[in-house]
């Protein structure tokens, strides 16, 4: 079993000469009291090519101090790192494995450094004497393990480093108030903030190792083609979906609908701009990454309605709840929420999703680029959301045009899906559009939502109809679920009202004009 803690904390240079300053007062902080002194040895894991270390990720072995075990630290922000821990064992566990195969694809974790730390600890309390942070003062011995990883220059590097660093980390009650007024502390009294983020950047460093950025290169607003526009926003997506794994897996919130967004946006782009990514290469991805969408939505459609149907009854008077509405709600939901999360995680344990992220990476390092890639950016992106607004627009006058029920409603949501290609699209273009390109996907957005809550109307109407009749066979009444059927009903005929006139002032001539470089 793996347990997680967050871990906010800043780093300091230092030396053997460093002397702490006073910290009483500083921040609430009452007492600063001697912790004593711990040994440290820990082995730090990772691909022959470093592919962690190149993602601020680190995974390692430690023993001394009174957290020994396995621990796996994930960026959370700078600064802030979730330290996912597991108990020891000879080799890494897969309870942390798990969590970065998204990273490690089907590479082989090697240990690369050890570090070996006498560390001095001054705990800081406030008025009651609970902690607020600890306060750790590292002398730091490391060796670098196996051939160093990079150029043939770092060959000649040293294999061992030694250096003396500081630690405030945060603990108890303490906030990031109190890091901001002990830097302040420290910086009066000399002490400079340490120049790498983490004593594994720092090892590899001053050992010789190499890794490139996994960022890769970025793009100027309103500068560039539109091969590097495009290429940016594809990486973007894919770098989501890559650090979103784990936190799925972690079943952290929002995680799998900010990861199912990422694989739309994807394979969105894939799709608008046809001129920049030659379609015979990404389609295939495309049909898988809808596959990844489909099995990532159970869940997500699941919570989405869920919440709607939650909402929904606690605005009905207690005298309208009629039988075991609230319980039968509860069941229904949990039973989907078993099923929906074994299954997810199952996909991305397999073969498939192992596969597409493979592709997707080679997608990135040797892309299919056609002619127009190597044109402006400007004018190949104002062309692609063009081409999709016009495809908007034709769903739209079908949708608003069409009889009132079934047809209207799928109507509706095939104009929603297309909604959300435009609006991705526009936002693919804002590097090179800029402002305009803000402003249309904004209003895009506004058509979107309204096409979504009348497509989650019509989701929720269904199941309605569902817990009502399981109601019914069990002798109960489904008088409730009737009555937020009403409900609902109304809803979608008031969206149905509104989406006529927000899609007239989105689809006004001047915004699509903006877009024109």
Known sequence: MADTVREIERKYEADRTTQLPDLTGV?????VVEAGTEELDAV?????????????????????GTDAGWHLKLPVAPGVRDEVRAP??????DALTTLLRSRLLDRALVPVVRLRTHRTVRVLRDAGGAPLAEVAVDAVRARRIGPPAGSKKAEAAPDKARWHEIEVELAGD???????????ELAAAGVRPAGSASKLARALAETGQRYEDAAGPGVAKGGGTAGEVVLRYVREQVRAIVELDPAVRRDLPDAVHRMRVATRRLRSAFRSYTKVLDRADTRPIGVELKWLAAELGVERDREVLTA????????????????????????????????????????????????????????????PLRPAAARPAPEVAARAVLKDYRRLAGRMETALAAPAGRARDEALHG?????????????????????????????????????????????????????AALAQRAGET????????????????????????????????RYRAALRP
Do not use: C, M, N
């Open 27 to 31: 921040g609430g902080v009452a007492t």
């Open 44 to 64: 730090y894991y990772d691909t022959a090519g470093l592919r962690l270390a190149a993602e601020g990720v680190t995974l390692r072995r430690r023993t001394g």
């Open 88 to 93: 020891l064992s000879p080799t890494p566990p």
């Open 174 to 184: 303490g906030g990031p108030g109190l890091l901001d007024a002990v830097g302040r």
């Open 308 to 367: 709607r149907l939650r909402a929904a009854l606690d605005g009905v008077p207690p005298e309208l709840r009629l039988g075991p509405v609230d319980a039968r709600l509860r069941i229904f939901s949990e039973r989907r929420r078993a099923g929906a999360r074994g299954q997810l995680l199952a996909v991305l344990d397999g073969p498939r999703y192992l596969a597409l992220l493979k592709r997707l990476h080679a997608l990135l390092e040797a892309p």
């Open 415 to 467: 104009a929603r899906k297309a909604a959300k290609r435009t609006r991705y699209a526009a936002e693919a273009a804002r590097p090179a559009l800029g402002r305009p390109a803000k402003k249309f996907a904004r209003r895009i957005k506004r058509v979107q939502q309204l096409l979504g809550d009348h497509q989650d109307s019509v989701v929720a109407r269904g199941t309605l109809r569902e817990l």
């Open 478 to 509: 489904g008088f409730t679920f009737g009555l937020l059927h009403g409900r609902e009903e109304a809803l979608a005929a008031d969206r149905e009202r509104r989406l006529s006139r927000v899609w007239e002032k989105a689809s006004r001539r």
